[in-house]
């Protein structure tokens, strides 16, 4: 650890320090305290945090984007009824559930971005977190759930997330206006009752959902479902945040304009049928592609150079060209697929 600190600092002094700083910081994180262990005193000048809960200090820390400030100027009117109703819990401090209902490219990332940069703006804490890493990511400040509220890994019901109250997470989270959890759709029930369970104890009000706090959950559950190994469908069903107790106290928002298809609107429809199970099917529950948007397989040499035709018109041209080359994508259930057109 003393050597990453060492190739910028000439004095042992200070690298002492700075590695001291980083072990106290750790020790915070599983709710320990660095003066319980033998080690020489951290002198302050040398801490940006100043004593201050490393977990409180990186996310008071993060920086409003300031595209994401202006993002609230231009929410659609689904949004920004969310985006005030979510608010106005902030303010009120009473708290509130909420879950974002809305399907793919309707929005909810925006809308989170939007809520995000409000609440950081007014030097509140705002926890950004999804299931899956890429989702987080997309958030500025975003980290994993698993990681964010140390949730484990199998847990059963009326089970903890494993911080204690001492930690420094249990400080962010009491501390937190606002905790958003994006892609709830795809999780066990339990992991999300786990951190209901975990924050009523840390803000010691155990008759209030999530303690009292303002807590937005969203995704879609016509995309990916939790993952239960050999599951029937009403166990996969079963095992979603719809069948949890907490379900029925959260508001549901629903944002229906898909702003992702907005140019297309058929396309946008068609999306939404299929993803509420209505749109015609076959007896093996197959819809059908329409003509316009598929590509005719007929099985001679030239298919694949059809499909790469269609997809990249002109590719030599644009090459170089960035909207070109970002808004375009040839994808594969299978690995096999790829290595065809590799
Ligand atoms: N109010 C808005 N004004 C302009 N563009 C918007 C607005 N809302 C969303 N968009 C754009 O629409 C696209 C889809 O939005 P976003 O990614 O937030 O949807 P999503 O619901 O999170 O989708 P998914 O579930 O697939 O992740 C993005 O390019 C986003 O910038």
Known sequence: MSEDYRRNNPSDAIVEQMVL??????????????????????????????????????????????????????????????????????????????????????????????????????????????????????????RTAHSRFKIPLTIESGGYCSFTKQSGTATLLRTASLIIWDEVSMIKKQKVEALDNSMRDIMDRPDLPFGGKTVVFGGDFRQVLPVVRKGSRAQIVDASLRRSYLWDYMRHLKLVRNMRAHSDPWFAEYLLRIGNGIEESNVDGEVRLPDEICVPYTGDDNDLDRLIQCIFPNLNENMANKDYITSRAILSTAMIGLIVLI
């Open 21 to 142: 700083i980083d072990i106290r910081n750790m020790l915070q994180s599983m709710g320990k305290e660095i003066k319980s262990f033998p080690l020489p005193e951290i002198d302050n000048t040398y801490d940006d945090a100043c004593g201050v809960p490393h977990e409180i200090f990186k996310e008071s820390n993060i920086e409003s984007i300031e595209d994401d400030v202006a993002l609230s100027d231009s929410l659609n009117n689904e949004q920004r009824a969310a985006y005030d109703e979510i608010l106005s819990s902030i303010d009120s401090k009473d708290g509130g559930l909420f879950f974002v209902d809305g399907p793919g490219g309707t929005g909810k990332t925006f809308l989170y971005r939007a809520l995000l940069a409000k609440v950081r703006s007014q030097n509140k804490i705002a926890v950004a977190t999804a299931t899956s890493g890429v989702a987080a990511s997309i958030m500025p400040g975003g």
